[in-house]
């Protein structure tokens, strides 16, 4: 079985523009949860969706948003990027809320 | 609210020897779930070995023993036979049963392995 596929895997943006990060979770795997990874804050969750639906919400401005696909694909949103938000973007997938997760290689976003 | 912690930023160990990563967490609730991850530097996290709060015994994977002390709320990882393919960030984590579910992550401990 395929594992949790991220995409891109490095971006470059400029302070102001936003960005779209896309996760496709393992095959049959429902849940699916975003972190943001800095050295200085650790892994730190984003938020969580189920059946299109965000269930959990991190203590994230309202600038970062997602949403989840029919097929549970799930895509990330950054707006008015700021040089902070500099960070890996890690998501992982679960069969469903509450289960094991499975981790994504990345996305690794530079802020300029 | 829970907590996760990790005291040790960086560990090393040599090659074939055993080394233990210490994770100790803070909660008020009595059935939870921790976890061992390992990242090594191409960046996957990978999930090393996982511990149910009920289960009395000791969850073990190969080279990888957890030492579970639910009273002390204490969770340390034992490596045994160490490899240079061990080298990587070690997160414990620690998550619900119910409710939301969240994962809440240590800050992480970096392995050395030294040949």
């Known amino acids: 079985k395929a594992g949790v596929t991220q995409t891109p895997r490095y971006l470059i943006k400029t302070r102001g523009q936003q960005v779209t990060l896309s996760c496709s979770p393992i095959?049959?795997?429902?849940?699916v949860s975003w972190y943001q990874q800095t050295p200085g804050q650790g892994l730190q969750f984003l938020f969580e969706y189920f059946s299109e639906t965000q269930r959990n919400k991190g203590n994230f401005p309202g600038r970062f948003s997602g949403r989840q696909f029919s097929n549970s694909r799930s895509e990330m949103n950054v707006s008015t990027l700021e040089l902070g938000d500099s960070a890996l973007y890690l998501c992982?997938?679960?069969?469903?809320?509450?289960?094991?997760?499975?981790f994504g290689p990345g996305t690794r976003l530079l802020v300029l | 609210a829970q907590t996760v912690t990790q005291s040790q930023p960086e560990m090393s160990v040599q090659e074939a020897e055993t080394v233990t990563l210490s994770c100790t967490y803070d909660?008020?609730?009595?059935?939870?779930?921790l976890f061992w991850y390992k990242q090594p530097p191409s960046r996957q996290m990978i999930l090393v070995i996982r511990q149910e709060a009920y289960k009395q015994q000791n969850a073990t994977e190969n080279r990888f023993s957890v030492n579970f002390q639910k009273a002390a709320k204490s969770f340390s990882l034992k490596i045994s036979d160490s490899q240079l393919g061990d080298a990587a960030m070690y997160f414990c984590?620690?998550?619900?049963?119910?409710?939301?579910?969240?994962?809440?992550f240590g800050t992480g401990t970096r392995l050395k392995v030294l040949a």
């Open positions: 095959s049959g795997h429902r849940s």
């Open positions: 984590a620690y998550r619900t049963t119910s409710g939301t579910y969240k994962y809440i």
């Open positions: 992982a997938s679960s069969l469903d809320p509450g289960k094991t997760q499975y």
């Open positions: 909660t008020s609730e009595s059935d939870y779930y």
